[in-house]
Every structure is written in structure tokens, then in C-alpha cells.
């Protein structure tokens, strides 16, 4: 709201009374205008997701717009869990800790980004390691 609202909040003088000036002031509000609802509608359309640990196993909790469904995932689902390295192209690399549902349950992988669950980006690979060895015990894993 803020990108759209205080350009013309603050470029108002310029765009009336009309003038000479009126355009270059109408081009730049209306650029500001649309990244604002571009910002606008990635927040409410962009996906989330929200992570929690019922016993053995890992519930997934996805929301986009007006919908929202779960992915159940337990020992029996999950093919490995390992710890990968996402390289920057700027500053240093990060860490994932990358879940991969078994072939054999079509519908997990079909509800996975890039037929993974992913956490987010961690700066240290020893603490990345220690949270893919916290899901493996919580699931009961080896």
C-alpha cells in the first residue's frame, strides 16, 4: 500500500492542477502503482508454509489465497533426508535440509516443490546437519 499510496501522496502537487510537468508525474505514480499491486498480490496470492512435528511425523501445512491443504509425512513416506548446499552467485553459500518422498506415493510428490520439501536456507552446514539428525530421530529414523 505504501508504494502505491505516498507517491501520489507526495507527487500530487504536480499531477493537479494540470501542466506541462502533469505526465512525468502520472508515469511516475503509475510505475510506483504497479509495483505496489504487484507487492499487493504476491501477498495475497504467494504461497506459506508452516511446519509442525505431531508424533513421528511431519505435518505440512500449505496456504495459498483461500485454500489450504496438509501433507502427512512419516517414516513410511520419506525416501531420504539429507542436508544440501544452495550456492549464491553474491555472499556466501547456504543449506537446506531437502525431504524426498518415495516414488512409490505419486500424490507426495506431486505436492512437492520440485518433487521436494525443502526448510529454509541455513548459513552453517554443521547447524543444517543438526536439524536433518532432529528429523531423523523425531520420525525414528536411523
Known sequence: MFAMVMPAWELGRGLWPLSIATPVFAIISGGAATVGVAFLRAGLVGE???WTFPPQALLIRHRAWRSQWDVRLTARTIATIEVRRIEASE??????VVIEPKSTQSGLRMAARN???ETGDYTSEAYAARVRRALLDHLGMR
Request: glycine share 16%; proline share 0%.
Open 48 to 50: 506459506s508454509q508452516v
Open 91 to 96: 555472499g556466501e553459500d547456504t543449506w537446506r
Open 115 to 117: 518433487g521436494v520439501f
